[in-house]
């Protein structure tokens, strides 16, 4: 039986996030830090990105927009610096928000660039905002994010800045571990001569995804 790879990579692409349910803060995860010492927050820092599917969609939508390695790394470069100053500033210094409200807003940067990817402002007759800045703003937002989640967790007050900076570097790890499928299977679709009808199918999916994600958040909220 000839199997239809295209078909295969769009499944792939569109419900391998789906298995970031486990992205909510746990009793397990908890019970880990409080035996595990700092480097604990190394590990629940890592597991937290790769089961981060709204983090994720928005990452594949950056990646998907971009071609060379040059310009991801750019991209993905200005989006960790953004994610960074929220999360280990606001953690530190103790600011907070309700946590559905901000994945709400995460879920609106996924929508964004679903849209823009689709060329959404073009058709409006506007500018798109500067690509990088925004990167940058969302990743600050992203970043929040995570620092509701980690300023959820009983943190204590020995060596709160190394516990911190150790979750902030599981982070990193984790994001590099998942971009590197992400980025393999959109540079091995960019070669299938339907490249435009995938492209369009999974910006799409960003798209409904941000809204369900959105809408999911606020009836939380």
Known sequence: ???NLK???LFIFLFIPFLGFAHDVTSADQELLKTGGIFAYLRV????MLTGYDHLLFLAGVVFYLKGFKDILKFITAFTIG???TLIG???LGITANEHLVDGVIALSILYKGFENLGGFKKLGINAPNLLIMVV??????GFGLSTKLQSFENGSNDFLAKILCFNLGVEI???LALIPIVFIITYSRKLTDFPAFYKAV???LMIAGVGLFAYQMYLF
């Open 1 to 3: 039986m000839k199997v």
């Open 7 to 9: 078909k295969v990579l």
């Open 45 to 48: 820092g890592a597991t937290h």
């Open 83 to 85: 994610h960074c100053i």
């Open 90 to 92: 606001a953690t530190y």
């Open 137 to 142: 703003i969302f990743g600050l937002i992203h």
């Open 174 to 176: 984790g994001q590099i």
């Open 203 to 205: 910006n799409w999916y």
